[in-house]
Every structure is written in C-alpha cells, then in structure tokens.
C-alpha cells in the first residue's frame, strides 16, 4: 500500500473538528478519535499506513468486506448511467431489488409480500410504524429491553435506552418494554436451563384480564398491536435467545392477535449465516426492515418487506409516505449486487458462516479459561460477543472493555512481527460487551490473527 498520508494532517483533522464539527454525534464517545485514510477486505488502515483488523465493519454494514470489487464496479456503472432520477419515477433496479428480496421472504416464509425502500435504519423502522398504525388504527407497541431500532424521534418511542429519550420531552408512544432473554443476566434471576421460558409466561400474564392493563378479553381487543424484536440483539450486546423462545413469544402474540415486526438492520443479510436471522427459530414475521450491509455500505439504503395483507396498494396507497432520496439508484444498484452475490452461493454462504463461526467461538471460549475478566462469550454465525468483567466474572466492567477498545486503535499490537490494530466495537446493557462482527467473508487465518490480538489485548490489562 501507498503512504497514506492526505493533505491535511491527522492534527489538523482533530482541530477542525474539535471547532467546525457537533460533537452530538458518536465520534467524541472516544477521548482520542481515530482518524483512517483507508479501507480493503477486512483491514482500516491509518496515516503511516498499520492495518487494522476490522471487528466491527462499520457497525455491521459492510458484510462482505471493505470495497468489495463486484459492489464497487456495480456502483460505478451506475454512476456512469442513471445515477440520480427523482423517487416518482420508475427505474430497472428499484422493482429487480424489491423483486429479490420479496421472492426471497416467499421462499423463506411461505407468504407473498411487497417492498418499501427509504434511506436508512431508522427511516425503515418509522415506515414499519407508520405500517403497523395504517393497518391497526392503533400505535402502541412492545420492544425488547436492550432493543435498539435508531435515533429519530418516532423510533427512539421504541429504542429501549432511556439515555436517548432523556432529553427530548415527553415520548407519548413510548413502547412497553419488555425483557429480553438475556439469559447469562436473567431479567428474573432464572437459570435457563430450568426457567420453562418463565419470561414469556411473565408476557403472557399482561393479557390475563384487563386489570393488568393490555387486553380486554370480552372484545378480544388488545390495546398494543404488535411487537418489534430484534432476533439476535445487536447493540444489546450481541445475545442470542435460547432455542425455542421466539416460538414461544410468537404463540403469544398470535393468540392476542398482535403483529410481529422484526428489525434485521444489524442482524440480517447473513451476518448469522443466514439472509434473515429470525430464520433461526422458526417463525414468520409480519414485517422485515432492513438497511446497513444491504448496500454493503456504498449509499445509504434502507427498507421494509411486509406481508401482502399490510402492504398492498389498497390498504397501502401512493403517498403514504415519501422520501427525496428513498430508493436512490445508487443505493439499489448496490443492494443488487449485494443480494446477487448471496443468492448465487446461498448454501456456501450459510455453511461457511456456520464453520467459521464456531471456530471463531470455539477460540473465544478458549480466551475465557485463560482470562477471568471474560465473563461470557456466545454467537450465532458470525455475530460474536465477549462480555468484559470483574474477576468473579459476573460484574460488568465498562473500563477494561474501553481500555481495549482504545488500546486495539493505537496500532501497538504486533502479528507475525508486523505492527498492526484492530478495531472493536462496544455495545451491551452496562457498554461491557465487545460486539464482534467480522465482514461474512473472513479468512480462516484472519479469524487466527483476531484471536492473537484478543488475546494480547486482554493479556495487557489482566
Ligand atoms: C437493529 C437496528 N435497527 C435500526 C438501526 C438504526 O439504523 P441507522 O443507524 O441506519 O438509522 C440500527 C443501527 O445500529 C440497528 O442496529
């Protein structure tokens, strides 16, 4: 690689921004913002040119790898043919991309439905809600504790944090927050082994009689109409439910008629080795949203898919919302080329990600015996957590997770006697829990060498 030092140094990056730039937005989390100048396969690289292996691909929205060739050469093609074009008219990868992902949610679910593109995660969501009140009349909801669906104000109503509700006013809409089987710190103190999903029983009891505030069993009427979950929680800490539970949770809902919305912004796209995650447990969904690594990064692109029941031009007609850039053509290119190259390899895709995976794991739980500040690691495919805490392995500890955090950008680490970093990524109820989420295509020796660099890192501060 070429020196890649740009016309303004790092110092005077850190300056201007320090003075022209909010500090509202989540770089200033960091003490020390990092600044890169470059990006390929599964590596950032810095000013003087170290790579950084990358666990965390830009919070999951590069699956297969920084500047990905055929996702790149698509884009560029694009460029050079229809590159902008208003959002009332029609154009070839808009409907090929809406015709991808519907058959693809057929051939998973059995269920014929429609696609609705906007411009990123959280503009996604608010469509699902606006979804769920043009079909229902009604707009109050059920999350998950631990759930995060974006930042406008309409899903922060739905994102768990009360951190990012606190100094907006008053949130009317604000869902009923629900406990996520989070079992390694059961909401309940169970142990999962034994509990019988006592969680959902605990939900279940909310629609008893009316007393308890949900439902009224003489109408059969339940003032919450539908539930949004994240399958795998990713923000949340990267956890994955126990067998079994959305099963559970789905004959709940069924039985008192409420919707299910599944939020695979972070989690789909084979990020778990498969195109969905809910697909792991066995259950349809009502609606899909999506975004992130549908472009695999290069424009921002989001959506939903709904069943035909919700979405279809009778019940869903023209206008009932709209964005300037919603279905861009860049954006939709990309997602193309994105679904194309999953849908050509579908089953290497899902076996690899399980394989790779699991030796990813397997290696993890080798780091917890040898370290006692880890108090927990799990995954599902290649959405990877380490949970960081005190000796006695159950209290969460944010300081060592940030010290690592900052420590793997330093470029201080060392691999086959190259200097090198890594980026990781935090997430988790007490911000202790470095999410692990490699692009879908990590070699084999990749996955070697974040082992080594974890285990430096870990070796440094224990
Ligand atoms: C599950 C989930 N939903 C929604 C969002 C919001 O997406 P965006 O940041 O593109 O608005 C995120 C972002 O991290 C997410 O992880």
């Not at 990006?39 to 000013?47: P, Q, V």
């Not at 959280?122 to 059920?142: C, I, M, P, S, Y």
């Not at 200097?419 to 109820?429: A, K, M, P, Q």
Request: net charge neutral; glycine share 10%.
């Amino acid at each position: 690689m070429q020196k890649l030092r740009g016309f303004v140094s790092d110092e005077e990056i850190l300056t201007l921004d320090e003075k022209y730039c909010s500090h509202g937005d989540t770089v200033h989390y960091s003490q020390n913002p990092k600044v890169f100048r470059g990006c390929s396969g599964n590596f950032m690289f810095d000013t003087e040119d170290i790579p950084y292996l990358d666990l965390q691909m830009w919070y999951a929205s590069c699956n297969l790898g920084y500047k990905n060739k055929r996702v790149s050469d698509a884009v560029v093609e694009q460029i050079n043919t229809l590159p902008q074009i208003a959002s009332r008219f029609l154009y070839d990868y808009k409907v090929l991309l809406s015709q991808k992902i519907a058959v693809a949610c057929e051939k998973r679910f059995e269920k014929k439905g429609r696609v609705h593109f906007n411009v990123g995660g959280a503009q996604a969501v608010e469509d699902a809600l606006k979804l769920v009140r043009n079909f229902t009349g009604k707009n109050l909801l059920f999350a998950f504790m631990g759930g995060y669906h974006g930042r406008t104000i309409g899903v922060s109503g739905v994102t768990s944090s009360f951190r990012y509700r606190e100094h907006y006013g008053h949130f009317g809409d604000r869902a009923h927050f629900v406990p996520y089987p989070y079992c390694f710190r059961c909401h309940y103190g169970k142990q999962c082994e034994s509990c019988n999903f006592y969680c959902v029983k605990q939900f279940e009891k909310n629609f008893e009689n009316e007393y308890h505030s949900f439902y009224d069993r003489a109408t059969k009427k339940s003032e919450y109409v539908a539930f949004i979950a994240e399958p795998v929680q990713g923000t949340g800490g990267y956890i994955v439910p126990p067998k079994g539970y959305f099963r559970e949770l789905k004959r709940v809902l069924d039985k008192f008629g409420i919707l299910l919305v599944v939020d695979e912004i972070q989690m789909g796209f084979y990020r778990t080795g498969k195109l969905w995650s809910i697909e792991h447990f066995g259950v349809t969904p009502d609606i899909i949203t999506f975004g992130k690594s549908l472009t695999n990064g290069m424009n921002p692109l989001g959506g939903l898919w709904a069943k035909e029941e919700m979405i279809n031009p009778q019940i869903w007609p023209s206008g009932r919302t709209h964005s300037t850039y919603s279905s861009n053509p860049i954006g939709t290119r990309a997602g193309y080329e994105v679904m194309s190259i999953f849908e050509e390899k579908e089953e290497f895709f899902e076996r690899e990600i399980k394989r790779k995976g699991e030796k990813f794991l397997d290696g993890l739980k080798q780091l917890k015996l040898k370290y006692k500040k880890i108090g927990n690691v799990d995954g599902l495919g290649l959405a990877l957590r380490i949970e960081c805490c005190e000796d006695d392995g159950f209290t969460p500890n944010k300081k060592l997770c940030d010290e690592i955090l900052e420590e793997g950008l330093r470029g201080h680490l060392t691999y086959k006697n190259q200097r090198c970093g890594i980026v990781l990524n935090n997430g988790g109820y007490y911000k202790n829990v470095i999410t692990l989420v490699p692009s879908v295509v990590i070699s084999d020796e990749e996955i070697d060498m974040a082992l080594i660099l974890l285990d430096q890192l870990f070796a440094r501060f224990s």
